[in-house]
């Protein structure tokens, strides 16, 4: 038993150590930074909390995290929303043998960079772009149109693309784990299709559901490349903020601590999320 | 309302080239409890499945109360089905999914509670409502399915191998209790088993099935005692078959000798005998109609019988013999001798 434990301990060390140094040292430093100010390249180590109170009280900084949470919360809603048909479809509709390859093939976006990909949106969103020039060329519109590129939706179209592999996986597989004789014990009971998918199929595709919104919201409200070419004035986001206090304004400390805000308001809305759904996140047989 | 509930005219399926049922004729009487029985994949489920709606039959009519089925989904049929894997809904309480049916019902919340617990009642799982489902077990489970189909009184009640996950023990009681509850609430019962004791225990009528095709409909009575074929003598109870030559009336059976067996046309064939027909004659036993010897060659001691493998004298196969074991009767040993009494009337023919 001792000697397991031991062994056990071993065996996650390396991993261990690893998380530790280039996790939760460079949080902690963050953490240390937050509480500190910075007087052009001096950093005064006297304890402060001014950095919070200029980072929740500044209406510029409230209005790019309100921003972050709401283009984050858009992308989630609009991912989710693309990936749980996607999923069902793979899981449902397409013949045993061929879901591997459908799996496969929605992974392949993947196999080029993420900047790549922005770029490529860029191409396709811009004013002389794949999408204007078509629709002009069809005569669908008369002149380009501007509300694509450089602003919050390009953003949310953006990083909706970029995730959709993520968000789809987790919620095929609950949608998989599904016991199929649970859907016509259903439709023997008494209810339809579309009643069985909203009385079973949904709240047991919750995990993965509950997961997909997780792997999409979190990473998103810290993106910033994304925001960076593709948002214009408009479309930045608190990460955008965070970079500029760091590497132009010289104000680590006030950057810190609109990190570990950005950061406490994910992890509040997450759990928020997490406990809205406890019922159905509930162990399992 | 004299029809038959369940009348199945003609009805096959093919999966792709695989016919999995031949063309299938069936009248299941209201009230009644009646077994589908078979081997493995001799389509059971499929024909239950069709009955239920899950399944489209390629050819034939269902019809259930009178009324053609065709196009009427699982949802809007007079019928329920307990899953044999119960599919308990996990997501939901014990409460939950008994009460699962009955949304559209018109009944008021505090109706279908009661409901709900009239039915746990009726599966002795009162009091068991707000527990949730996957701290239960195999046979709670399947009570659960129970009590959630019959609470809303289906006309019939269709029954996939329900007992087949259960424990010996916990099966033998669960058989009691279906039966007694097929008789409290009066339900058409159809249940699936590939176990022809739980069969002969249950029903009131059985269907032997083999290969997509009945092989015999009958009481369990008759299908013991006359079966059609010797595939159903084989597969219902223990029977022994010996070969055997029909002459002007009479039959020569290997190891038994000659009896005589009217309205039987001339050529070959097998006789088959129950194991409980033969009897291991000891001193002083009434003298049976007929008598043949042969040796012992396998004893199996069940406590409280003993199956004695008896070769005649004369015969290739042994047969078997089952013996109830009385008090100070001793069991014979392997390689003693037999004299073994029968009778000619527990002979069953089949002719090839
Ligand atoms: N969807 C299907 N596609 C192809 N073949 C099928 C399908 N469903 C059943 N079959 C075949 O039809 C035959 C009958 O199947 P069925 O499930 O009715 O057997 P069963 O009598 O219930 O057997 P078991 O006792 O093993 O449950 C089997 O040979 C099976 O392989
Ligand atoms: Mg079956």
């Known amino acids: 038993m001792q000697d397991d434990t031991r062994r056990g301990l ?276 | 309302m004299s029809g038959p509930i369940i009348s199945l005219t003609g009805v096959t399926k093919h999966y792709g080239s695989f016919q999995a049922l031949q063309p299938t004729d069936l009248d299941i009487q209201s009230g009644e409890f009646f077994s589908l029985l078979g081997p493995s994949g001799c389509g059971k489920t499929t024909l239950l499945r069709t009955i239920a709606g899950f399944e489209t039959p390629s050819g034939g009519v269902v019809r259930i109360d009178g009324a053609d089925m065709a196009g009427v989904p699982p949802n809007r049929r007079p019928t329920n089905l307990v899953f044999q894997s119960y599919a308990i809904f996990p997501h939901l309480s014990v409460a939950e999914n008994v009460g699962f049916g009955l949304r559209r019902s018109t009944q008021s919340k505090a109706e279908k509670a009661a409901a709900v617990e009239e039915a746990l009642g009726m599966v002795g799982l009162e009091g068991y409502g707000p527990r949730p489902t996957h701290a239960m077990s195999g046979g709670q489970r399947q009570r659960v399915a129970l009590a959630r189909a019959l609470i809303l009184k289906p006309k019939v009640l269709l029954l996939d191998e329900p007992l087949s996950a259960l424990d010996k023990k916990l099966r033998e009681q669960m058989q009691g209790e279906l039966r007694r509850l097929q008789r409290q609430v009066g339900i058409t019962f159809i249940l699936v088993t590939h176990d022809q004791e739980e069969a002969l225990i249950m029903s009131d009528r059985i269907a032997v099935m083999f290969e997509g095709q009945i092989a015999q409909l009958a009481t369990p009575e ?96 042994p047969v078997t013999i089952s013996m109830k074991n009385l008090a100070g009767r001793a069991v014979l040993e392997r390689g003693a001798r037999a004299r073994v009494g029968w009778d000619p009337r527990a002979l069953v023919v089949f002719r090839d």
Do not use: C
């Open chain 1, 10 to 285: 071993l065996l996650v060390s390396p991993p261990a150590i690893y998380a530790l140094l280039m996790l939760a040292a460079p949080m902690a430093a963050v953490l240390l930074f937050s509480f500190w100010s910075q007087d052009f390249l001096t950093i005064d180590r006297t304890f402060t909390t001014k950095n919070y109170v200029e980072a929740v009280s500044d209406p510029l900084y409230r209005a790019l995290l309100i921003r972050s949470v709401a283009i984050a919360l858009a992308v989630t809603v609009v991912t989710v929303a693309l990936a749980y048909p996607v999923a069902y479809f793979v899981s449902f509709h397409v013949h045993p043998s061929r879901k591997s390859l459908w799996i496969f093939l929605i992974t392949i976006p993947f196999w080029t960079s993420y900047l790549i990909r922005v770029f490529l949106w860029k191409v396709i969103l811009g004013f002389n772009g794949v999408l204007n020039s078509s629709l002009l060329g069809l005569g669908v519109i008369n002149e380009p149109l501007t509300f694509i590129l450089y602003n919050q939706n390009a953003v949310v179209i953006t990083l909706a693309h970029a995730f959709a592999p993520f968000a789809i996986l987790p919620i095929f597989v609950a949608l998989e784990r599904i016991d199929r004789s649970l859907l016509e014990a259903s439709q023997d009971l008494g209810e339809s299709r579309f009643r069985t998918f909203l009385r079973v199929t949904l709240p047991l595709s919750v995990p993965g559901l509950v997961a997909a919104v997780l792997i999409v919201f979190i990473p998103t409200i810290g993106d910033y490349v994304t925001p960076r070419l593709v948002g214009g004035p408009n479309g930045l986001m608190i990460a955008n903020m965070i970079q500029t206090q760091f590497l132009k304004l010289n104000n680590a400390p006030l950057g810190a601590a609109l990190a570990v805000v950005a950061m406490a308001s994910v992890t509040v809305i997450s759990l928020l999320f997490i406990w809205l759904n406890r019922r159905n996140l509930r162990a399992r047989r």
């Open chain 2, 222 to 317: 008759a299908l013991y005692r006359q079966p059609d074929t010797r595939q159903v003598a084989d597969f219902i109870g223990v029977m022994n078959f010996l070969p055997a030559q029909f002459v002007d009336g009479s039959a020569e059976i290997a190891g038994l000798g000659r009896v005589d067996l009217p309205d039987n046309e001339d050529g070959s064939g097998v006789v088959g005998l129950r194991p409980e027909t033969l009897q291991v004659l000891y001193d002083g036993a009434d003298a049976p109609a007929r008598i043949a010897e042969g040796d012992v060659v396998e004893v199996t001691y069940y406590g409280d019988m003993t199956y004695y493998d008896v070769r005649f004298d004369g015969a290739d196969k």
